[in-house]
């Protein structure tokens, strides 16, 4: 629709946006060398989050939304996914999501099993198991399904009796999967969607067991259902950044979730995104280039402004895995990558911008 090199003016934008297209990304002239890959691929991205609408959106009240021939088409868009992973085994987890309000539910289903299965394959988990980790995780909400939309997608908090109703979705979800009468969802796969609001220390739903007796499936699902949501723009609240995600679920180490878990999950998640900009401990400004496999908070930048906020005629290649002298102290937002931008304009042009 629009080729590459083309200038976005306000007429494009907003032809995009009635098109449907919520997000586009843009060439940057202070990152000429920056790419950044998905973990899979956008046509199987697409065919996943189609698979996941047909499982999700709008079944007859108590009758499964499953049948042979979608439980075949979602076990051969598992299969493609786990293909790809395997392929791109030293990706790290890089993309920034951003998604709209009607396609959240069946985007999050996608995001959460491709979590999933990345975890796995950082267990040494077999394609058997990680086919059905990959089932259940796509299939981790399916009791919601069952819900009722005006509680579902209500524009806020919910109250404690709204909770109480979602609070069933796991069993809802449960009984689906394990009626299907088909072997094409295993017992492990369904207990997936039971378990996944369970949690190490019993604060969990909807049983309050605890600590082994969640199978790893299930807890591996909860760790990426609880980053994916943390992660992404909700009506009532604006998304955590990943850094701050990926900190707080370090912390649940061994309290909502097993320690060994979270960290093989983490070892394949960038704190900080390809593209961030970010404030050093020295007070000057570096864009994130890439981040190492295993080294979620360490990532290898190029220092682009000094601590003035002038841009550096030659810019400084750190890679933080390999010292020790300067940290990472903040993600800075779009509105304070742009104020530095514009006051290195105006001292090239010699005028104030407006």
């Given at each position: 629709?629009?080729?590459?090199?083309?200038?976005?003016?306000?007429?494009?934008?907003?032809?995009?946006?009635?098109l449907?297209?919520?997000?586009?990304?843009?060439?940057?002239?202070?990152?000429?060398?920056?790419?950044?890959?998905?973990?899979?691929?956008?046509k199987?991205?697409?065919?996943?989050?189609?698979?996941?609408?047909?499982?999700?959106?709008?079944?007859?009240?108590?009758?499964?939304?499953?049948?042979?021939?979608?439980?075949?088409?979602?076990?051969?868009?598992?299969?493609?996914?786990i293909?790809?992973?395997?392929?791109?085994?030293?990706?790290?987890?890089?993309?920034?999501?951003?998604?709209?309000?009607?396609?959240?539910?069946?985007?999050?289903?996608?995001?959460?099993?491709?979590?999933?299965?990345i975890?796995?394959?950082?267990?040494?988990?077999d394609?058997?198991?990680?086919?059905?980790?990959?089932?259940?995780?796509?299939?981790?909400?399916?009791?919601?399904?069952?819900?009722?939309?005006?509680?579902?997608?209500?524009?806020?908090?919910?109250?404690?009796?709204?909770?109480?109703?979602?609070?069933?979705?796991?069993?809802?979800?449960?009984?689906?999967?394990?009626?299907?009468?088909?072997?094409?969802?295993?017992?492990?796969?369904?207990?997936?969607?039971?378990?996944?609001h369970?949690?190490?220390?019993?604060?969990?739903?909807?049983?309050?067991?605890?600590?082994k007796?969640?199978?790893?499936?299930?807890?591996?699902?909860?760790?990426?259902?609880?980053?994916?949501?943390?992660?992404?723009?909700?009506?009532?609240?604006?998304?955590?950044?990943?850094?701050?995600?990926?900190?707080?679920?370090?912390?649940?180490?061994?309290?909502?979730?097993?320690?060994?878990?979270?960290?093989?999950?983490?070892?394949?998640?960038?704190?900080?995104?390809?593209?961030?900009?970010?404030?050093?401990?020295?007070?000057?400004?570096?864009?994130?280039?890439?981040?190492?496999?295993?080294?979620?908070?360490?990532?290898?930048?190029k220092?682009?402004?000094?601590?003035?906020?002038?841009?550096?005629?030659?810019?400084?290649?750190?890679d933080?895995?390999?010292?020790?002298?300067?940290?990472?102290?903040?993600?800075?937002?779009?509105?304070?990558?742009?104020?530095?931008?514009?006051?290195?304009?105006?001292?090239?042009?010699?005028?104030?911008?407006?």
């Open positions: 629709m629009l080729n590459r090199g083309v200038v976005l003016n306000q007429k494009y934008i907003e032809r995009l946006s009635r449907g297209i919520p997000v586009i990304y843009i060439f940057n002239e202070d990152l000429p060398d920056l790419y950044v890959e998905d973990v899979i691929d956008e199987t991205r697409a065919a996943a989050i189609n698979t996941a609408k047909k499982i999700l959106k709008n079944p007859d009240s108590g009758k499964s939304p499953l049948n042979w021939s979608l439980l075949q088409e979602t076990r051969s868009t598992i299969g493609e996914i293909e790809q992973l395997i392929e791109n085994r030293s990706l790290m987890v890089n993309m920034i999501d951003i998604r709209s309000f009607d396609d959240y539910l069946f985007a999050h289903s996608v995001n959460v099993c491709v979590l999933s299965l975890t796995g394959l950082s267990l040494n988990y394609r058997c198991q990680l086919m059905d980790l990959g089932m259940g995780a796509l299939m981790h909400d399916i009791g919601k399904t069952l819900i009722p939309s005006q509680i579902l997608n209500k524009p806020g908090p919910l109250n404690d009796r709204e909770f109480n109703v979602v609070k069933q979705h796991p069993i809802y979800g449960y009984t689906i999967l394990t009626g299907t009468g088909s072997s094409y969802v295993k017992k492990t796969s369904a207990l997936v969607a039971l378990q996944h369970e949690r190490y220390n019993g604060e969990g739903y909807p049983k309050g067991i605890t600590g007796d969640i199978h790893e499936f299930s807890q591996i699902v909860g760790i990426a259902d609880v980053y994916d949501a943390m992660t992404v723009d909700r009506v009532y609240r604006k998304a955590n950044p990943p850094n701050e995600a990926c900190e707080m679920l370090a912390a649940s180490g061994d309290y909502f979730f097993d320690y060994k878990l979270v960290q093989y999950f983490l070892n394949n998640i960038a704190a900080y995104p390809a593209g961030s900009i970010v404030r050093l401990s020295s007070g000057k400004t570096a864009v994130v280039m890439e981040t190492p496999r295993g080294f979620s908070f360490y990532p290898r930048i220092v682009i402004y000094d601590a003035e906020g002038n841009k550096l005629a030659k810019p400084v290649d750190i933080m895995a390999e010292q020790n002298t300067v940290t990472i102290t903040q993600a800075l937002e779009h509105e304070e990558v742009e104020a530095l931008k514009q006051k290195n304009r105006e001292q090239a042009t010699g005028q104030i911008i407006p």
